[in-house]
């Protein structure tokens, strides 16, 4: 059974992006209807965002300073790969609209005795609502209730398969409701693509069930341009176990309330890392990275574990006020001023993902618009992710009157639905399951595209990528054949899009020949500016990826 809808605005993906596109559509007037793969506010990728960058100047109220610390921030963070007037703006929506915005929507920052925002010290560069930790989460639960309290309509546990186009226009998208195994074809006068990152490709990643990358092959897949997709950021202190905790993060960046940073140690015993050694730096992943494979090459230390953080050194309050972290110490028998949390390499945030417009979030396909961490201006955060949604929303509605429902070009709904309904089968009867598929797709990312990569490794990983094609995909079947909650049907989908997603990420490393940032590969190992201080490119032509780089 295919149900239509129609709207003005439809929102795909329900982070802190998505909900204040939604949120800012329904205060204009439109009509908008907001799809969530996963539960709003519950799951995607806002809810792991611990901190608030803030980047405080030395005098209250100096906000030209402000704005300036944050953007020195943003082009390291960006890896220069940044669009600067892109980020001037936000950063200014950042210091003088973010914050208010957040105590409007009732949320608690933690201030001090004299009302001024509690940042940390020295630096001053990050605030939390209402501990380091819970930023995120704190968020979502108010954007959640606001989507509610305004009666959007939203559909949860439902994912877009394909976009849906009529004359090179994005018309609307085909979509599949697995909770009550319903099928939608949905009409819209615009799109907002606000599915987040797409980083739960390999084995450890900070990223919920959701994250198979959707977001960058429904665009690519509908003619849109992707940007600098090898650009993977990692987190090197994220819990190593258990499993299910692996997206905890005990952060290297200044600590509230303290002087202090939390340390790093080997499996000998010896620190080989703490963020004070580089007080210039406030998020210093990339140097923790270059630090790890010191040891990992000298034996003391594996990038899946044999490596722990250490707060033995900071000030028992601050643990106990300030840190949500100290509570899963305790859930394990730890205590956090003596033991440590043994610790594992986890795929993050992508700097890459779909080119756009900064000026007004649009891609190059008219009708789609991104926000949030599935663009390829920023890396991530909450100020940036709520700007977008904000601003895509704005600038669809200045020409949202020209516009009418359009139908798709004859037979592409026909054909998404015929390929959804194929994908329910139960055989072969003794086939792989999804998640199994799944399974041996992160574990080639994880062996094969890594942090430390090569011509060599990068290959070697497209060839196992052939073989799941080859081998594993003719053997999937689905569990049971119960339309409702039927998780191994919206992971076959997650299982094609994941390969599609994973070749252009290798096939984007392969291009860019140097090393930058959290993009590192052996044969390159050097940051090149002269040649490669710029974007690569790629599109789907005559059903091929072309790459090419622009210049930054």
């Not at 936000?90 to 208010?100: D, K, N, Q, R, V």
């Not at 939608?184 to 907002?192: L, N, S, T």
């Not at 994973?502 to 390159?524: A, N, Q, V």
Request: charged share 25%; glycine share 8%; hydrophobic share 40%.
């Amino acid at each position: 059974m295919v149900q239509h809808l129609r709207t003005d605005i439809l929102v795909i993906g329900g982070g802190a992006a998505g909900s204040r596109a939604a949120l800012e559509a329904h205060d204009l007037g439109l009509d908008v209807l907001l799809v969530v793969k996963g539960l709003l506010g519950k799951s995607g990728c806002s809810i792991f965002a611990g901190s608030l960058d803030y980047f405080a100047s030395e005098q209250a109220g100096d906000t030209a300073q402000s704005i300036q610390k944050t953007m020195e921030f943003l082009g390291k963070y960006t890896h220069y790969l940044g669009d600067q007037e892109y980020l001037l703006k936000s950063t200014h929506f950042h210091h003088e609209e973010f914050f208010p915005w957040l105590e409007k929507l009732g949320l608690y920052i933690l201030r001090d005795e004299q009302g001024a925002i509690v940042t940390d010290i020295p630096h001053r560069t990050q605030a939390w609502t209402p501990k380091m930790g819970m930023s995120g989460a704190t968020l979502m639960n108010a954007l959640r209730k606001q989507v509610l309290q305004h009666q959007i309509r939203l559909l949860e546990e439902t994912s877009v398969t394909r976009l849906l186009k009529k004359n090179q226009r994005v018309v609307g998208a085909v979509a599949l409701d697995f909770a009550q195994g319903e099928l939608y074809v949905i009409r819209a006068k615009a799109v907002v693509l606000a599915t987040g990152h797409s980083n739960y490709l390999s084995r450890r990643s900070t990223g919920t069930r959701e994250g198979a990358a959707n977001g960058w092959v429904l665009a690519y897949q509908a003619g849109a341009r992707l940007q600098n997709l090898e650009m993977q950021w990692y987190h090197v202190s994220d819990v190593r176990k258990p499993d299910a905790w692996m997206r905890l993060h005990l952060y290297p960046n200044p600590l509230p309330g303290t002087k202090e940073r939390a340390q790093l140690y080997n499996s000998q015993g010896e620190m080989f890392f703490d963020g004070n050694m580089y007080p210039e730096n406030p998020v210093p992943y990339i140097t923790q990275l270059k630090h790890l494979v010191q040891q990992v090459q000298a034996g003391k230390a594996r990038f899946d574990g044999g490596y722990y953080t250490s707060y033995k050194h900071v000030e028992a309050q601050v643990m106990d006020k300030w840190l949500h972290q100290t509570e899963f110490f305790r859930k394990l028998g730890l205590d956090p001023l003596r033991d440590m949390f043994e610790n594992g390499v986890t795929w993050h945030m992508n700097v890459g993902g779909v080119h756009a417009n900064g000026e007004t979030l649009e891609t190059d396909l008219p009708g789609l618009y991104v926000a949030g961490s599935v663009a390829a201006l920023i890396t991530g955060g909450l100020p940036n992710t709520v700007y977008d949604g904000m601003m895509a929303v704005r600038h669809i509605r200045e020409s949202l009157g020209k516009l009418s429902w359009e139908d798709a070009e004859p037979g592409s709904e026909e054909a998404e639905v015929r390929r959804l309904i194929e994908l329910f089968t139960t055989q072969p009867e003794k086939g792989l399951l999804p998640a199994q598929v799944k399974k041996q797709i992160r574990d080639l990312m994880w062996e094969h595209m890594g942090y430390v990569k090569s011509e060599k490794s990068i290959q070697d990983g497209l060839a196992a990528l052939q073989r799941v094609r080859a081998e594993s995909i003719p053997k999937m079947r689905l569990g049971t054949h119960s339309k409702c909650f039927n998780m191994d049907w919206i992971e076959a989908v997650d299982v094609f899009d994941m390969l599609s997603a994973c070749e252009l990420l290798m096939r984007f490393s392969l291009f860019r020949k140097e090393s930058r940032g959290g993009f590192y590969r052996e044969d390159y190992p050097v940051t090149d500016n002269v040649h490669w201080l710029k974007h690569v490119m790629g599109c789907s032509e005559n059903s091929e990826l072309k790459l090419y780089t622009t210049d930054a």
